[in-house]
């Protein structure tokens, strides 16, 4: 396996490409495409996983098949069916949060729909907005953190801060 400060040294450049870094690079393609994901299959699927978490560009791999919708193969660590339903998840997440932008737009207010979470100009208004489609809204913590493309830490940190917030006013 080479790994990105390996073939620096080896070929006198930096890395061009995040695959010119990836693990698997040097290891037979064919652990990487089982047949299956079930029976003899679940090993070489296993086997597969052992060499993309010890892989640097992991999450750039992923992000690869994910953008080009890859149908086969273990990618960033994650195999078809895995991927297929993280995209499912992340699709009823966001139109979960646009039924709640719409609702929060109908209400007359003027803060900025949930479905323009992505372009909320501040953390304030992320956690404004955040706060909002929980707690008014029962919007699951889960679709709140996929409308905004972050983890649910960081969802429950905004939560915690504009009810401490509001608790100080």
């Known amino acids: 396996m080479i790994t990105q400060p390996t073939l620096a040294a080896r070929t006198g450049r930096g890395v061009q490409d995040w695959r010119d870094a990836a693990a ?6 064919e652990l990487f495409y089982p047949v299956s994901e079930m029976g003899p299959g679940r090993r070489q699927v296993e086997q597969a996983k052992q060499v993309c978490g010890r892989c640097l560009v992991r999450e750039q791999c992923l992000e690869y098949a994910l953008n080009r919708g890859e149908p086969y193969g273990v990618w960033g660590g994650t195999t078809a069916g895995e991927r297929r339903a993280r995209t ?24 900025p729909a949930l479905a323009e979470c992505p372009r909320a100009v501040t953390i304030a208004d992320k956690r404004r907005l955040a706060r909002r489609a929980i707690d008014r809204h029962g919007q699951p913590r889960t679709a709140v953190a996929a409308a905004f493309g972050v983890c649910l830490r960081t969802v429950d940190r905004w939560i915690a801060a504009e009810r401490a917030q509001a608790e100080s006013r």
């Open 88 to 111: 499912r998840r992340a699709a009823r997440a966001h139109h979960a949060v646009r039924r709640a932008g719409a609702a929060e737009t109908s209400g007359g207010g003027d803060a």
């Open 24 to 29: 698997c690079r040097g290891t037979d393609p």
